[in-house]
């Protein structure tokens, strides 16, 4: 396997072996999503409590994105999950993000029940597919 980005195979298939007609995704692929933009900010919630902040795009279309944040109770880093309805998703951790995209914002949504107040910082990546469509 060449050295670069992602690779996710089709089930059965090794994704560190298999030739590339196995791959459901390979970041090589010419049509691979390239990022537009990445960024990150924060969200300080009190205890028990919510919070949410935004980032203006202004693509005029609704662009694929991946959010994850860094847990500070533990350092971990974890998945925004889809929208900001998806806390039950995520009743496992003290500290959650959901994220979710339109056309001219993607916003973040955290909650917190850890005991005590809590920034949390978030990283995004907005994409589009190659030749610049969203």
């Known amino acids: 396997m060449a050295d670069y980005g992602l690779r996710v195979s089709k089930p059965g298939y090794d994704v560190l072996t298999d030739a590339d007609k196995y791959m459901v995704f390979s970041s090589k692929f010419d049509d691979a999503f ?21 980032y203006t795009h202004s693509y005029n279309a609704i662009p694929a994105f991946l959010a994850y944040y860094k847990d500070p109770t533990d350092n971990k880093y974890l998945m925004c999950a889809g929208n900001e309805n998806s806390w039950w998703i995520l009743s496992s951790t003290d500290i959650l993000c959901t994220a979710k995209v339109d056309s001219s914002n993607i916003y973040f949504y955290g909650r917190n029940d850890s005991g005590s107040q809590q920034t949390i910082n978030i990283y995004f990546h907005l994409f589009y597919e190659a030749g610049g469509n969203i």
């Open 34 to 54: 390239k990022a537009r933009y990445s960024g990150s900010t924060t969200l300080t919630i009190s205890d028990g409590g919510t919070a949410n902040t935004s």
